[in-house]
């Protein structure tokens, strides 16, 4: 059974940190991109930060250069998120999204979110 969980989420005052972390298990971890993705509320999903499948390859969205980074362990078969001088502007539902293209196959697995809320 598939399954990709996130957790790590809160409340947290403006200039703090939190890490969110994206368990998976069911499938081939270490084959899959991770990808962490962001709602706020009245906003279209937005793509935060990815990492490649061996981590030799990261991106971020401008928005959070400099202050996340995205990381995974492939042995855990987990992701994480490091969220440093965090933003009210930061606050969404943050989801953890795995991807693995083969040829002309798309296999892609969400997790249910975990609420980030940036408030003093």
């Known amino acids: 059974q598939v399954q990709v969980v996130e957790s790590g989420g809160g409340l947290v005052q403006p200039g703090g940190s939190l890490r969110l972390s994206c368990a998976a298990s069911?499938?081939?971890?270490?084959?899959?991109?991770m990808t962490w993705y962001r709602q706020a509320p009245g906003k279209e999903r937005e793509l935060v930060a990815a990492?490649?499948?061996?981590?030799?390859?990261?991106n971020y969205a401008d928005s959070v250069k400099g202050r996340f980074t995205i990381s995974r362990d492939n042995a855990k078969k987990t992701a994480y998120l490091q969220m440093n001088s965090l933003k009210p502007e930061d606050t969404a539902v943050y989801y953890c999204n795995a991807t693995f293209i083969w040829g002309r196959n798309e296999f892609a697995y969400w997790g249910q979110g975990t609420q980030v809320t940036v408030s003093s």
């Open positions: 990492i490649s499948s061996a981590g030799g390859t990261i």
């Open positions: 069911g499938f081939t971890f270490s084959n899959y991109r």
